[in-house]
């Protein structure tokens, strides 16, 4: 499966390392990483929430806060090299393999499902070869899951319109700005959320967006 999805294929050890030096080097990360926290930790304690499903987990980067905050944390992701990783680094975490396009989870199973910088690496074909489907799917997928609230992240909002990398091939951040973001979303969850709440960053963290969806 992960063959045919070039832009999930993280089971590459020399690109795991790549990611990780990133998230850990970049010096505008940790600006960014405060800004969601911040948001995370304020939706937990509006919503009592005991319990956190971290979709899309990867190497579970953000487990540590989400314990921190008393929730139980269940990661998930398509990627095996990702969550074998994830298990290195916290033997304790709980995670298995799920597909963003088609979970096993049923209808509403979890109270809070977060989804943090992920939609804007799918790239503009779908998995079925379908041009600009792949966001969609996601958005439809991980709402239903989604009992009380979905918390995501999106990054390169309003700042990349410049770049000039092939369409064809060229992740979407490249291409999404706010207002397209919010349609999607709007177009995407059925039932409409009773509330959405836009959260943008500033200085080092400008470029975030985080979307605080509540049925």
């Known amino acids: 499966m992960t063959k045919s999805r070039y832009w999930q294929n993280w089971d590459s050890a020399s690109k795991r390392r790549c990611v990780e ?3 850990h080097k970049d010096p505008d990360q940790r600006a960014r990483r405060d800004h969601f926290n911040a948001i995370l930790r304020d939706v937990a304690k509006r919503g009592e929430f005991e319990e956190v499903l971290d979709f899309s987990c990867g190497t579970c980067e953000d487990f540590p806060f989400m314990a ?3 929730l139980t944390y269940r990661g998930v992701d398509v990627t095996p090299g990702m ?13 298995s393999r799920d597909d963003i396009f088609g979970s096993k989870f049923a209808d509403g199973e979890h109270p809070l499902v977060v989804n943090s910088a992920v ?17 969609p799917k996601a958005i439809q997928e991980l709402w239903r899951i989604t009992g009380r609230c ?3 992240r999106l990054f390169g909002v309003d700042v990349y319109d410049e770049d000039k990398t092939n369409t064809a091939a060229s992740f979407l951040y490249n291409r999404l700005r706010q207002q397209t973001w919010l349609d999607l979303f709007k177009d995407n969850c059925d ?3 009773m509330r959405v ?5 500033k200085d080092q963290s400008k470029d975030i967006m985080v979307l605080v969806l509540w049925r």
């Open 68 to 70: 921190s905050l008393g």
């Open 83 to 95: 969550l074998e990783m994830a298990r290195e680094k916290f033997p304790v975490v709980q995670v």
């Open 197 to 201: 709440e836009n959260h943008r960053g």
């Open 21 to 23: 030096e990133f998230w």
């Open 150 to 152: 979905l918390v995501v």
């Open 191 to 193: 039932p409409p959320p």
């Open 119 to 135: 939609l804007p690496h799918l790239p503009l074909k779908g998995p079925d070869g379908e041009p600009g489907a792949c966001i």
